[in-house]
C-alpha cells in the first residue's frame, strides 16, 4: 500500500524537484517507509511515490520502478494477489526480466510491457491504482482497479496536468486553484460524498473503477475513460444457479471465499482482521482462520452506549474460531477525539458517520499489524441492505396505484398541516404509527411521486431535506443526481438486482471503499477487501436473487456458507450498523463545537451555505425533531472541511 503523484508541466529539474517532494511530504502517512521522485527531464514529466513495504521489504521493490528495457516507469498504489502467476505466465513466454526482487510491483511492470495496458488490466486481481510512463511515445496511463479500492484524482490546473491518490497533494503545486465545484457541493449534501467523477474541486476528476486513460501531449491530450472490465456483461449474464437447489451455489461460493481470502494473506509483514460480529467480517475471519496455521489476530471496538456496541458479538465469533482477539471499549470522548482530525484524513467533504468507529478500530489494529483483512461489499454483492428488502417491498406496493394517483396523493398529503398528522398518530393503532411523521413526510412524499425504480432508489439515499435550499445563492440543481449507466439499469429486470448494481456505481466506492482507505492509511495501515475479489462479483451474478434474499433474510446466500464455520446461533441477530450516536453528540458534547461551525456570519461570509435555512434545521434538531442528525452532519463536515483548508 502506498501513495502516488505527479504532475506534467514545464519546471526546471531543479523546480519540480522541490514541488514533488512538497507533494510527497503531504501523502506521507499512505507511505512512511520510504519515497521517490523521479523527472523526465526531456517530457517535463515527474512521478511521486510514497512506499509502505508490505512485500519484498528491501530496496528492489523501490519506486518509481524502470522497466528492464528502461522505456517505461511505474508508481503503483496496491497489491497484486496474482502476480506469482503472472510471474510464472511471463517466465514461461520467455518474457520475463532478470527478476531483482519479488515484489508485485515488478511483476506489474513487466506484464504491461509484454502485454499493454488493456490485457495486464484484465489479468490483474488486486487493488490498485497506478501511473504508467512511456519515455519513448511520451505517454503517461491512469489506471484504477475494478471495484474502486485505491483511490485516483487528475485533472488540469492552469498551465499543469496533475494527478494523485488523495486531493491534499494536488495543494503543494504551484498551479494549484481549488476552486469549490458548487454542483459537487450540491451533491455532497444530498448523498454524504462527492460522487465519481466528480471530485469537490472544478477541473479535478476521479477515475472510475475498472477505467484507464491516457494522457499525451503535454498533458493537454486527455482521452475519455475507458473500460477494461465490462459490468453490463457480467450483470446481465445468465443465471447459472438454480434457486430450487441450493447447494451447489453455496459449495461454489465456499471455495471462491476460500481463495479469495487466501490471496489476500500473501505478505511479508504481520496482518489480521477487522471483526465487527456482522456477517461479512465474521466470514473474512472464519476463512482467514480456517486456512492459517497460527491464530489469527483479529480486532474489535465496542461503544457503551446502547445500540451502537457490536464488540460482543465480536467476542462471541472470535472465541468460537478461536482467534487471538483485541478488543477496545472506547469512551464517547475517545470518539470525539477523532473528529477534528476527520477534515484532513478525508480530503474532501465526507459525511458517513462510520468513518469515526473505522479510524478507530484501524488505529488499534495498527499497534499489531500493518495489513488487515476487511468484511466489505457483502450488502453490495448478496442483497445485505434494508433497501434491498423493505425499500423493495415498499417500491412493489406502490406501484399497484397507478402513478397519477400517487401524486395526487402526495400532494393531497403535502397540504395537511404537520401539527395535524401528529395529533392523528394518536388514533391510529400503535402497529401503524410513524414516529415524527412531520420530520418524515417529505421524504415520503418523495418517494410517492417516483416514477420508477432508479428515482426511487434516489430518494431512499437522498437527505429528506431539500439541500438545493441550504445553498447560496439559490442555485437550479435540481437535476444533479447520481450517475448510473441506464442502459445497463435497463437490462436488470429485479429492482433488487437494480439496486444492488446502483449500489456497485456510487455508494460501495464513493463511500464504504474511500471510507476504509482514508481512515487506514491515515494510520499506516493497508486494508485489504476479499468480499470485492472480481471473480467473486462475477459469481454474485450468476446467482438469482432468491438465492440472496430468502425467507425475509438478506445476503441469504453468504450466510449458509458462513453456517458451516460459525453456528447460526450465535450469528442470529438484528442488522446493527457500525456507526456512532450523532444525534446525542450534537444535542450532547459537540453542541458548542456545532454552533462554532454553523455561526451565520462566517457561513454568510464564506457563501456556500445559506445560514437562514441552516439554523433553521439546528434549532428543529436542539428541539428534539428526529431525523435531522445526518443532513446536520454533512453541514458541519463540509463547514468543518473549509475551516481545515483555509488553515493549510
Request: proline share 5%; charged share 20%; net charge negative.
Amino acid at each position: 500500500m502506498c501513495g502516488l503523484a505527479g504532475f506534467w508541466d514545464h519546471l526546471s529539474p531543479t523546480e519540480a524537484q522541490k514541488v514533488a517532494l512538497n507533494m510527497s511530504d503531504r501523502i506521507e502517512h499512505r507511505g512512511p517507509d520510504g519515497f521517490g521522485i523521479w523527472n523526465d527531464e526531456a517530457a517535463h514529466l515527474t512521478l511521486m511515490h510514497r512506499r509502505l513495504a508490505i512485500l519484498d521489504l528491501s530496496s528492489s521493490g523501490a519506486q518509481p520502478m524502470h522497466s528492464a528495457s528502461q522505456r517505461y516507469v511505474l508508481a503503483f498504489n496496491g497489491e497484486i494477489y496474482n502476480h506469482l502467476e503472472m510471474r510464472s505466465d511471463l517466465e514461461l513466454l520467455g518474457a520475463a526480466p532478470q527478476w531483482q526482487g519479488h515484489s508485485d510491483t515488478e511483476t506489474l511492470l513487466a506484464a504491461l510491457e509484454y502485454w499493454g495496458i488493456k490485457e495486464t488490466l484484465q489479468r490483474l486481481n488486486g487493488m490498485f491504482a497506478f501511473a504508467f510512463w512511456d519515455k519513448k511515445m511520451r505517454k503517461l496511463v491512469l489506471a484504477r482497479d475494478r471495484a474502486g479500492e485505491k483511490p485516483l484524482y487528475y485533472g488540469r490546473c492552469g498551465k499543469a496536468f496533475l494527478f494523485t491518490s488523495e486531493l491534499k497533494a494536488l495543494t503543494a503545486h504551484p498551479e494549484w486553484q481549488g476552486d469549490i465545484d458548487r454542483t459537487a457541493l450540491h451533491l455532497y449534501l444530498r448523498y454524504s460524498y462527492v460522487p465519481c467523477p466528480k471530485s469537490i474541486y472544478v477541473g479535478i476528476n476521479k477515475l472510475p473503477p475498472a477505467h484507464y486513460i491516457e494522457i499525451e501531449e503535454n498533458g493537454h491530450n486527455i482521452s475519455e475513460p475507458t473500460a477494461y472490465w465490462d459490468l453490463e456483461a457480467v450483470a446481465t449474464q445468465p443465471r447459472v444457479y438454480d434457486a430450487a437447489q441450493p447447494e451447489e451455489a453455496i459449495d461454489a461460493l465456499d471455495r471462491l471465499l476460500e481463495k479469495a481470502v487466501r490471496s489476500r494473506m500473501s505478505a511479508d509483514v504481520p496482518l489480521g482482521a477487522l471483526l465487527s460480529g456482522g456477517y461479512d467480517s465474521s466470514t473474512v475471519a472464519a476463512y482467514m482462520q480456517r486456512q492459517s496455521s497460527q491464530d489469527i489476530k483479529t480486532f474489535s471496538i465496542g461503544f457503551n452506549e446502547a445500540g451502537y456496541n457490536e464488540a460482543e458479538h465480536a467476542k462471541a465469533v472470535a472465541t468460537h474460531l478461536g482467534t487471538d482477539h483485541t478488543e477496545l471499549y472506547v469512551s464517547t470522548q475517545d470518539a470525539l477525539n477523532v473528529i477534528p482530525k476527520l477534515p484532513h484524513i478525508y480530503d474532501e467533504p465526507f459525511a458517513d458517520p462510520s468513518q469515526i468507529p473505522t479510524y478507530l478500530v484501524c488505529e488499534m489494529a495498527r499497534k499489531s499489524v500493518t495489513v488487515c483483512l476487511s468484511g466489505d461489499g457483502g450488502d453490495e454483492l448478496f442483497c445485505g441492505y434494508n433497501r434491498h428488502a423493505m425499500g423493495f417491498d415498499i417500491f412493489q406496493k406502490m406501484k399497484k396505484l397507478p402513478y397519477p394517483i400517487r401524486v395526487a396523493i402526495g400532494k393531497m398529503m403535502g397540504r395537511v398541516p404537520p401539527s395535524m398528522l401528529e395529533a392523528a398518530q394518536h388514533i391510529l393503532p400503535k402497529a401503524t404509527r410513524v414516529q415524527n411523521i412531520s420530520e418524515r413526510l417529505p421524504k415520503l412524499l418523495k418517494v410517492l411521486s417516483c416514477a420508477d425504480g432508479q428515482e426511487f432508489y434516489d430518494s431512499l439515499i437522498s437527505q429528506s431535506v431539500n439541500t438545493v435550499d441550504l445553498l447560496q445563492p439559490h442555485p437550479d440543481l435540481s437535476s444533479a443526481k447520481l450517475t448510473f449507466n441506464t442502459h445497463l439499469l435497463d437490462q436488470v429486470s429485479d429492482m433488487r438486482d437494480q439496486m444492488m448494481l446502483m449500489d456497485i456505481q456510487t455508494y460501495l466506492h464513493d463511500d464504504v471503499l474511500t471510507k476504509v482507505d482514508r481512515a487506514s492509511m491515515a494510520v499506516n495501515l493497508e486494508a485489504r477487501v476479499p468480499l470485492l475479489d472480481h471473480r467473486l462479483i462475477e459469481f454474485a451474478w450468476q446467482v438469482p436473487v432468491g438465492l440472496k434474499y430468502r425467507d425475509k433474510t438478506g445476503k441469504w446466500l453468504l450466510r449458509q456458507a458462513l453456517h458451516r464455520h460459525v453456528p447460526k446461533e450465535i450469528m442470529e441477530r438484528p442488522k446493527m450498523g457500525f456507526g456512532v450516536p450523532v444525534s446525542t453528540w450534537l444535542r450532547g458534547p459537540l453542541r458548542d463545537w456545532a454552533e462554532q461551525l454553523l455561526d451565520p456570519k462566517s457561513m454568510q461570509q464564506e457563501g456556500f451555505l445559506n445560514p437562514t435555512a441552516v439554523q433553521d434545521i439546528w434549532r428543529k434538531h436542539l428541539n428534539g425533531t428526529e431525523g435531522l442528525q445526518y443532513t446536520l452532519w454533512n453541514i458541519l463536515m463540509f463547514q468543518a472541511w473549509m475551516r481545515n483548508m483555509h488553515a493549510s
